[in-house]
């Protein structure tokens, strides 16, 4: 997912809104498997075994990974980013 936010209507981009959005998608799947685990009769391994465990597990897993690249653009791009800003 890529998402480009701007801080005002000049169209600059915020360069470090991509890498909050991830980290509170992550945040908000994190909530959604403890919501699923507590609702769920039974052990955790066998929750873990349910479709909708792994569902969250790999998007979970998916978003981390995109967290982590959209970290890792944000830090390549700030050197670029202070020599524009005046």
């Given at each position: 997912?890529?998402?480009?936010?701007?801080?005002?209507?000049?169209?600059?981009?915020?360069?470090?809104?991509?890498?909050?959005?991830?980290?509170?998608?992550?945040?908000?799947?994190?909530?959604?498997?403890?919501?699923?685990l507590r609702d769920f009769?039974?052990?955790?391994?066998?929750?873990?075994?349910?479709?909708?465990?792994?569902?969250?597990?790999?998007?979970i897993k998916a978003q981390?990974?995109?967290?982590?690249?959209?970290?890792?653009?944000?830090?390549?791009?700030?050197?670029?980013?202070?020599?524009?800003?005046?």
């Amino acid at each position: 997912m890529t998402l480009m936010v701007f801080e005002s209507l000049d169209m600059k981009p915020n360069r470090h809104a991509a890498a909050e959005v991830e980290t509170i998608l992550l945040q908000r799947t994190e909530v959604d498997r403890k919501i699923s685990l507590r609702d769920f009769v039974g052990p955790e391994a066998d929750w873990q075994k349910t479709e909708k465990a792994k569902a969250l597990f790999e998007q979970i897993k998916a978003q981390k990974t995109s967290k982590n690249m959209c970290e890792r653009r944000k830090k390549e791009l700030d050197p670029v980013w202070s020599l524009a800003d005046p």
